[in-house]
């Protein structure tokens, strides 16, 4: 719910408001046995949320799900990019019109 909003509406209140909801997940990244320049330093990491689905997908014990162990992220950034296509030049052009981060902001501890 707060993905279509902000993907909707890219406001500072309602970035802000995904990130903290992104703040709250328990994160999960592949292990990679090694970084290429191809890969531009990008993990796989999926949220709580997207792993219980590939676990009733793949089963418990899987060995893809055994490729993923929970991390701690120490920075979550979202980006917001408007694409406009100039049919007279065929041009695809990019712009950023919103960037927000969290940062070192750990997941709160229950009671």
């Known amino acids: 719910r707060l993905h279509s909003i902000a993907y ?3 406001t500072n209140s309602n970035i802000n408001a995904l990130l903290a909801g992104l703040n709250q997940l328990d ?4 292990e990679q046995d090694k970084q290429t320049t191809e890969t531009d330093d990008w993990v796989y990491c999926f949220s709580e949320i997207e792993m219980e689905q590939y676990n009733r997908e793949f089963g418990e014990g899987s060995y893809e799900l055994s490729l993923f162990r929970q991390i701690h992220p ?4 979202i980006e ?3 694409k ?3 049919s007279n030049a065929r041009l ?6 919103n960037r927000r981060d969290i940062i070192g902001q750990p997941k709160s501890a229950g009671p």
């Open 8 to 10: 909707t509406f890219p």
């Open 27 to 30: 994160w999960f990244c592949m």
């Open 74 to 77: 120490d920075a979550i950034r």
């Open 80 to 82: 917001v990019w408007r």
């Open 84 to 86: 406009k296509y100039h």
């Open 92 to 97: 695809l052009e990019k712009e950023l019109i």
